[in-house]
């Protein structure tokens, strides 16, 4: 289940305005690298990244190709201008100046709840190469700011900036399309209970253990061949106490299902979809039922189901002990 | 042909969300009541009858209402199956000799106590096969009496076409009677079809107005011989036909394997028994208590006792046979719904009532009620004259 709630459409219609006004400004004016581009971070920037391109260590190396010294990978642009952790949580945690661009948008966008952000993409565009000794600025302009978009991780906008990094003589080096996702964090869903146990004895406990390598069995007496589920010792119609069992294949159809609200155990994700799976071998069981329902309204889930549905088995292996059976509802043709 | 024990008596506490007392002090007060509504004492009582559920043992009603020696004590399992069954315990010992005066009782403080609705699923864990049964069902969240009527509910729905409302119409007329009678928890609150739609979600296709209430009380019934029917202040309530009725491929709450889910065959079976033993037909039927822990499963009752077809008692309902000028006014006290959840055992006393002429919702001419006890359990019923 999913427990976004989308902006209503007048916040968001007052939003979208606002945010318009942002774009094509300036997020963040020219600023100056701390420190010039220097051979101990290129050593460092391609042992991490396991570079082995002399051109970047090796002055011999880089003048046999005909340039003029040692160049810095052209990836490390944006790393000349990063300040550290702890300084860059400093600026996210209120030391912008109160008058900033970025200040008035990340207020803008905390005002709806969009307080987390996360980079999506990054498009680079290198122009020249970084020699040892250049000094870099980077200067960052609000390229467009997206409609509100549903994501795995919330709901949120996408702000696409342009960076543009220069050099000490005011030629640009390279050019960086950023893109991050400003969002409302999802809810964090609190760790489930462990599930009610099954109470196991002889009758049923091998039913169990089958479960736990994914195997759904249906007992069958060994006498008359008549399946049986739930399981027990005797068989009700020639009463022999010899018994096998069968795999089931994991087809089969919803018989009849429910949605569980209410009272809610600490267990299960409500609302709960519980149905009595009619097993292509003819016996039934009862299982959770699976929908393919992303997106859609929890309190909805029971749109997705109806009886005689088909299903399909999967496993739930929910933790060292129990595995369950579930059948997911194959979904048909749209109409 | 009718039995030689009668109902002589019934006894209640109030019906409450919180009793603040315990649930032997109930059971003992509804014991005392009922005795003295059939003009006797604990000192006539030699039998006793109650739920293997109750938590109050014959001794201890017996020792703390001063009651002497008991011949005859015996218990009823599977739930609210049981009620209409203690009247038949009581009558075959009465019938037998080994009893003249036996009460059957039923008292717990469901509400601010043990929870039924709650569901199940933390009960404690035993290798027994009762205990066994419910690894089908607790593991999946499949957990309390609501989901499990829900699945019935379900299917009866998809093959038969009845709808949310069709089970609302029974929660409007059960909140009806109960609008009327000042023992009722919902006294004075009458709801619409409207507000059932509306109502909650519980387990779909159940809303909450689909489901009875949770109540702290207690309720007693006097069976004695007839032969002392001379002695009594109320007229004597004859026990037309007593049934106990488990189906074929029985479970608890969860009879899903049968080849179809849509009846109640352990009902069939008593209104096959009943009818038998009374020589009555359905159509000889006045008024009807009908089990209403969740309205769904009172239509196939409506179908297994022959008052309408296979599928068609959403259309008998809507017709208006259930209200007080209908063919069958039903549950006039209000049901577990609308008066109190006391395991049926105060839908009997309202039958009592009813043979008497004294309901509060008493229909123009009632000679013969049919009473019936919890379903998706082994099951009981009862007919009851004058
Ligand atoms: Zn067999």
């Given at each position: 289940?999913?427990n976004?709630?989308p902006a209503?459409?007048?916040?968001?219609?007052a939003l979208?305005a606002a945010?318009v006004g942002f774009?094509g400004?300036?997020l963040?004016?020219?600023?100056r690298?701390?420190?010039?581009?220097n051979l101990p971070?290129?050593r460092h920037?391609v042992?991490?990244m396991?570079?082995t391109?002399p051109?970047?260590?090796?002055e011999g190396?880089?003048?046999?190709?005909?340039r003029?010294?040692l160049v810095?990978?052209?990836?490390?642009?944006?790393?000349?201008?990063?300040?550290?952790?702890?300084?860059?949580?400093?600026?996210i945690?209120?030391?912008?100046?109160?008058?900033?661009e970025?200040?008035r948008?990340?207020?803008?966008?905390?005002?709806v709840?969009?307080?987390?952000i996360?980079?999506t993409?990054s498009e680079f565009e290198?122009?020249?190469e970084?020699?040892v000794?250049?000094h870099?600025?980077?200067?960052?302009?609000?390229e467009s700011?997206?409609?509100e978009?549903?994501t795995?991780?919330g709901t949120?906008?996408?702000l696409r900036t342009v960076?543009t990094?220069?050099n000490?003589d005011?030629?640009?080096?390279a050019r960086q399309?950023?893109?991050?996702?400003?969002?409302?964090?999802?809810?964090?869903?609190?760790?489930?209970a462990?599930r009610p146990r099954?109470?196991?004895?002889?009758?049923n406990a091998?039913?169990?253990?089958?479960?736990?390598?994914?195997?759904?069995l249906v007992?069958?007496?060994?006498?008359c061949?008549t399946l049986?589920?739930?399981?027990?010792?005797?068989?009700?119609h020639c009463q022999?106490?010899t018994?096998?069992?069968v795999?089931a294949?994991?087809?089969g159809?919803?018989?009849?299902y429910t949605?569980?609200?209410h009272p809610?155990?600490?267990?299960?994700?409500?609302p709960?979809l519980i149905?009595v799976?009619?097993l292509e071998?003819?016996?039934?069981?009862?299982?959770?039922?699976?929908?393919d329902a992303a997106?859609?309204?929890?309190?909805?889930?029971?749109?997705?189901v109806?009886?005689d549905a088909?299903?399909?088995l999967?496993?739930l292996?929910l933790?060292d002990?129990?595995t369950?059976?579930?059948f997911?509802?194959?979904?048909?043709?749209?109409? | 042909?009718?039995?030689?024990?009668v109902?002589?008596?019934i006894?209640?506490?109030?019906?409450?969300?919180?009793?603040?007392?315990?649930?032997l002090?109930?059971?003992c007060?509804?014991?005392v009541?009922?005795?003295?509504?059939a003009?006797?004492?604990?000192?006539d009582?030699?039998?006793?009858?109650t739920?293997?559920?109750?938590?109050?043992?014959?001794?201890e009603v017996?020792r703390?209402?001063?009651?002497g020696?008991?011949?005859?004590f015996?218990?009823?399992?599977?739930?609210g199956g049981a009620?209409c069954?203690t009247?038949?315990?009581?009558?075959?010992?009465?019938?037998?000799?080994?009893a003249a005066v036996?009460v059957?009782y039923?008292a717990?403080n469901e509400?601010?106590g043990?929870r039924?609705?709650?569901?199940?699923?933390d009960q404690?864990?035993?290798?027994?096969?009762e205990?066994a049964?419910?690894?089908?069902?607790t593991?999946?969240?499949l957990?309390?009496?609501?989901q499990e009527?829900?699945?019935?509910a379900r299917?009866?729905?998809?093959e038969?076409g009845?709808?949310?409302?069709?089970?609302?119409r029974?929660?409007v007329v059960d909140?009806?009677h109960?609008?009327?009678?000042?023992k009722?928890?919902?006294?004075g609150?009458?709801?619409?079809?409207?507000?059932?739609?509306?109502s909650?979600w519980?387990?779909e296709?159940l809303?909450l107005?689909?489901c009875?209430?949770?109540?702290?009380?207690?309720q007693?019934?006097v069976?004695?011989?007839?032969d002392?029917?001379?002695d009594?202040?109320?007229?004597?309530?004859?026990?037309l036909?007593a049934?106990?009725?488990?189906?074929?491929d029985q479970h608890?709450?969860?009879?899903?394997?049968?080849?179809?889910?849509?009846?109640?065959p352990e009902?069939g079976?008593?209104?096959?028994?009943?009818?038998?033993?009374?020589?009555?037909r359905?159509?000889?039927?006045?008024?009807?208590?009908?089990?209403?822990?969740?309205?769904?499963l009172?239509?196939?009752?409506l179908?297994?006792l022959g008052?309408?077809g296979?599928g068609?008692a959403?259309?008998?309902i809507?017709?208006?046979n259930?209200?007080?000028?209908?063919r069958?006014?039903m549950?006039?006290?209000?049901g577990q719904?609308?008066?109190?959840?006391?395991?049926?055992?105060?839908g009997i006393?309202?039958?009592?009532r009813?043979?008497?002429?004294?309901s509060?919702?008493?229909p123009?001419?009632v000679?013969r009620?049919?009473?019936t006890?919890g379903?998706?359990?082994?099951t009981s019923?009862?007919?009851?004259?004058a």
């Open positions: 289940m999913n976004m709630t209503t459409s007048e916040t968001s219609a979208d945010l774009v400004r300036t963040l004016p020219r600023t690298a701390q420190d010039p581009v971070m290129i920037w042992e991490a396991g570079d391109n051109i970047h260590t090796d190396a880089a003048l046999a190709t005909g003029s010294g810095a990978p052209a990836t490390m642009a944006q790393a000349w201008t990063m300040r550290g952790y702890a300084a860059h949580r400093r600026r945690a209120g030391d912008l100046p109160a008058d900033s970025e200040q948008l990340t207020t803008l966008l905390a005002s709840g969009y307080t987390a996360v980079a993409d290198f122009v020249r970084l020699v000794g250049d870099l600025s980077v200067e960052e302009v609000i700011i997206s409609a978009k549903v795995a991780l949120g906008r996408f960076r990094y220069t000490q005011g030629e640009v080096v399309r950023w893109t991050t996702l400003r969002f409302r964090p999802k809810v964090r869903e609190p760790e489930l462990p099954p109470a196991l004895n002889e009758d091998w039913w169990f253990d089958a479960a736990r390598e994914h195997r759904l007992q069958r007496c060994a006498d061949g049986r589920h739930p399981p027990g010792p005797c068989c009700p022999s106490f018994w096998d069992t795999e294949s994991g087809r159809t919803v018989y009849s949605v569980a609200h809610r155990h600490p267990a299960f994700d409500y709960l149905g799976i009619a071998e003819g016996t039934r069981l009862i299982a959770n039922i699976l929908v997106g859609a309204e929890p309190d909805a889930v029971g749109d997705y109806h009886v088909p299903v399909a999967e496993w292996d933790d002990e129990l369950l059976p579930a997911r509802v194959v979904t048909e043709e749209k109409h | 042909m009718s039995w030689r024990a109902i002589a008596g006894g209640a506490t109030e019906f409450s969300k919180s009793s603040g007392r315990s649930e002090q109930l059971a007060e509804a014991v009541a009922a005795l003295a509504d003009g006797l004492t604990p000192a009582v030699d039998g006793l009858v739920f293997v559920k109750d938590s109050n043992p014959e001794i017996a703390s209402t001063g009651m020696e008991l011949s005859f015996s218990r009823i399992g599977y739930g009620g069954g009247i038949q315990q009581a009558m075959l010992a009465v019938e037998h000799g080994v036996v059957c039923r717990f509400r601010s043990v039924f609705g709650l569901g199940h699923a404690p864990m035993s290798a027994t096969a205990r049964a419910y690894s089908w069902l593991p999946y969240g957990n309390t009496p609501a009527v829900a699945l019935f299917r009866y729905m998809h038969y009845a709808t949310s409302e069709d089970f609302g029974v929660a909140r009806r109960a609008a009327t009678n000042p009722a928890w919902f006294y609150r009458p709801i619409t079809l409207e507000e059932h739609q509306a909650r519980i387990a296709p809303h107005l689909d009875c209430q949770e109540t702290d009380g207690g007693a019934i069976v004695v011989a007839e002392r029917v001379a009594l202040p109320h007229i004597p309530v004859r026990i036909g049934a106990q009725g488990s189906g074929a608890l709450m969860t009879s899903y394997y049968r080849s179809e889910i849509t009846g109640i009902m079976l008593v209104g096959r028994q009943l009818y038998a033993q009374s020589g009555l359905p159509d000889d039927i006045d008024a009807a208590i009908i089990y209403d822990h969740f309205t769904p009172v239509l196939p009752q179908e297994e008052f309408c296979r068609e959403a259309g008998f809507a017709d208006g259930l209200e007080l000028d209908g069958l006014p549950n006039t006290h209000g719904l609308g008066e109190a959840y006391l395991h049926g055992m105060n006393a309202e039958a009592v009813l043979v008497r002429g004294t509060v919702n008493q123009a001419s000679e009620v049919l009473v006890a379903t998706a359990v082994p019923g009862l007919i009851l004259g």
